[in-house]
């Protein structure tokens, strides 16, 4: 059965058909994204035999739950089995009346940074545009996010490199952006990259699009080839220049994500390069102590390490520290590789 939810209206309108009115595919829409149907005969503003017959050709196509992790500080973990039998990782993250998705674009990823647990995994299959709404819709679901008055967040930082499926990314964003479909807010939904140069130009095009985080991670070329191997294909200065190219909407900036590694890229020369590289770009830095894993042969650096670099680098730019949520079920960032905590 064709799954409806990743259908956009043109699509809707299609499958259902020459003989149906416009209205009946925006009706479709509506329920599935707006009011989260979990089944096509739930649909009650369509008739009867309509929704019999819808049900009988189409699934909603949302993910199927296989576990959740719950951690001792509120993120819960889910782990997703998508109809093919495979599976993906998505996590809520509560912080008062704010709440986070982190949802995944890929199974796997093919990056291959080498502090990251998700790396380990390589590269399965790309999801489809259905696949990563259909994450969003079921934890906001699960949880009622949409009616309990809280403000939503939507990061594509789970497993994959969401710039390496730009179109299903793409079409994902403009059916969650829409007013009419999920209805977020562009400023409520981020995209990270590795830094896929060709690919941030592309993203940039797009009318409607996330704002844009990029995993930087070393102040040298050297460090950041070492740590990410995608670098001897994109080098820093290439980085560097498609960044300083990227259009800005007026309220937006760039943001800079950088995991911090003991004794490899987390000294105070480390945060005065960073400062240097970054200076001429509209952007802030969110710093991330490493989240440790099985296999990853880094360290966490000390409170006061990454305390150190943080007031070197905020001296420039705004600079924050995040805070790792769900360390304890592997759901922290770079952690995601279906494991049991």
Known sequence: MQPLVGMDLASLREALGPDQPAFRAK???????????SDPIQISTLPLEMRRD?????????????????????????????????????????????????????????VDCKFCMTALLGLDRSLTAGEIVGQVLLVARDNQLRRDGGRLNIVMMGQGEPLLNLPNVVKATRILLDPAGFALSPRRITVSTAGIVPKIAELGAEPVRPKLAVSLNASTEETRRDLMPITRKYPLKDLMAACK???????????????????????????????????????????????????????????????SFQRIVRRSLPCFVRKPRGLDIYAACGQLKSSAP
């Open 54 to 110: 819808l049900a009988g050709r189409h699934s909603i196509g949302l993910p199927e739950i296989a576990k959740v992790y719950q951690s001792a500080d509120g993120t819960r973990r889910y782990l997703l089995r998508l109809e093919d039998g495979r599976t993906v990782e998505t996590v809520l993250m509560p912080e008062g009346e704010r709440d986070t998705i982190c949802i995944s674009t890929q199974v796997g990823c093919p």
């Open 245 to 307: 190219a990227y259009p800005l909407r007026p309220w937006e900036k760039l943001t800079f994500e950088y995991v911090l590694l003991a004794g490899v890229n987390d000294s105070d020369a480390d945060a005065r390069r960073v400062v240097k590289l970054l200076a001429n770009l509209n952007c802030k830095v969110n710093l991330i102590a490493l989240n440790p894993g099985p296999e990853i042969p880094f360290k966490t650096p000390s409170p006061e390490r990454v305390d």
């Open 27 to 37: 009706q479709i829409y509506e329920a599935i994204y707006r009011q989260q149907a």
